[in-house]
């Protein structure tokens, strides 16, 4: 706007009357321009204009405006270089013309177009992340244009958009990994450094393994060994059945010298500060080898000595009965003839049968 100001000037003599010069007036509006024209780059060197027509000539101040109220006095020249414009210098300036007459001014707008800025990456909810629950990944970059946005986990592409936001409505233990995103205009690209999402979950059941594998025997060593999914890492407790007490602790349990006693069900616990979980394992004791080589023995002994035996106990029963037989026909021949020198005979005959059945049982 151009303002004119007039000065009070002596009255002059009646038929004296002084005019002001045409010649001399305050500054039109300034003329404003930028070279060179068109988009403005970052790291350019750009030069702004200011001309206005005034006499006696005017003198020029270039001014940013930082704010509603806040101006910075940039250059007292009717031209203001930027030798290596940074995005910073994006913004309102305006130049004013004066003379001892008036002043006015003009203003003009700078628009800095450059590639994103190192994106910067976040997690909300900040703190533990739990499974189950909702977590959501925000991605910035100041650019010029507008950047538009692309997640990933571990190299593998997620979203891509303008918002530069990835949600996760319930989190589970397989999204824990690292994440990053990547921010991009037409004047270039972007990473983000990396975010490490760290997924929080009670122990998931137990497997529970027994080593060596196969027929248990006494006298070996066994190891038992417990393994659960969870984070943070479990504590392993060994319970036997019907035992109150812990058998032992860790991971990985080693009984040595086993015996027929160690046999039964085992239970593994994992547990940590989000919950605890259980498996079942069965230990079956076989015999050892002294216990085996004994048994085999007896079954030899059995197999053997009982055909002989059985087949003594059948000879000698037979001669039994061949003898019985024959004292029988004695008696009954001395019996018929009436015979008192055979009496006795048969006599000692009985007798001699009867400790012959004796020595069979």
């Known amino acids: 706007m151009t303002?004119?100001?007039?000065?009070?000037?002596?009255?002059?003599?009646?038929?004296?009357?002084?005019?002001?010069?045409?010649?001399?007036?305050?500054?039109?509006?300034?003329?404003?321009?930028?070279?060179?024209?068109?988009?403005?780059?970052?790291?350019?060197?750009?030069?702004?204009?200011?001309?206005?027509?005034?006499?006696?000539?005017?003198?020029?101040?270039?001014?940013?405006?930082?704010?509603?109220?806040?101006?910075?006095?940039?250059?007292?020249?009717?031209?203001?270089?930027?030798s290596s414009i940074r995005s910073s210098d994006s913004g309102e300036y305006y130049c004013t013309a004066e003379n001892e007459l008036g002043r006015s001014s003009a203003n003009i707008s700078i628009t800095v177009t450059y590639a994103p800025k190192p994106p910067s990456v976040s997690v909300s909810p900040s703190g533990e992340i739990m499974e189950g629950s909702s977590v959501t990944l925000t991605c910035s970059s100041d650019a010029n244009p507008a950047a538009n946005y692309t997640w990933y986990k571990e190299n593998r592409a997620l979203l891509q958009g303008p918002e530069g936001v990835y949600r996760l409505s319930s989190i589970s233990s397989g999204d824990s990994g690292v994440y990053s995103c990547k921010s991009e205009n037409q004047y270039g690209r972007i990473n983000s450094t990396s975010l490490h999402l760290d997924v929080?979950?009670?122990?998931?059941?137990?497997?529970?393994?027994?080593?060596?594998?196969?027929?248990?025997?006494?006298?070996?060593?066994?190891?038992?060994?417990?393994?659960?999914?969870?984070?943070?890492?479990?504590?392993?407790?060994?319970?036997?059945?019907?035992?109150?007490?812990?058998?032992?602790?860790?991971?990985?349990?080693?009984?040595t010298d086993i015996t027929a006693e160690h046999g039964g069900k085992y239970q593994c616990e994992a547990q940590n500060t989000h919950g605890r979980s259980k498996a079942t394992l069965h230990l079956t004791v076989g015999a050892g080898k002294s216990v085996i080589i004994m048994n085999i023995i007896r079954l030899t002994l059995v197999v053997v000595l009982v055909p002989v035996l059985v087949w003594t106990l059948w000879t000698r029963m037979k001669k039994t009965l061949s003898l019985k037989s024959e004292v029988n026909e004695a008696v009954e021949m001395i019996e018929s003839h009436n015979c008192p020198e055979y009496e006795n005979v048969a006599a000692a005959a009985q007798t001699e049968d009867t400790e012959e059945q004796e020595d069979l049982v």
């Not at 300034?30 to 403005?40: D, K, L, M, Q």
Request: aromatic fraction near 10%; hydrophobic fraction near 25%.
């Open 3 to 82: 303002q004119i100001y007039f000065h009070n000037r002596p009255s002059a003599p009646e038929g004296q009357e002084h005019f002001p010069s045409p010649t001399v007036y305050a500054p039109k509006p300034p003329s404003v321009s930028v070279s060179p024209s068109g988009e403005i780059m970052e790291g350019s060197s750009v030069t702004l204009n200011c001309s206005s027509d005034a006499n006696p000539a005017a003198k020029y101040t270039w001014y940013k405006r930082r704010g509603d109220k806040q101006v910075q006095r940039l250059s007292e020249e009717t031209q203001f270089v930027l």
């Open 200 to 255: 929080q979950y009670a122990p998931k059941p137990p497997s529970v393994s027994v080593s060596p594998s196969g027929e248990i025997m006494e006298g070996s060593s066994v190891t038992l060994t417990c393994s659960s999914d969870a984070n943070p890492a479990a504590n392993y407790t060994w319970y036997k059945e019907d035992e109150d007490s812990p058998t032992a602790s860790g991971q990985i349990f080693t009984i």
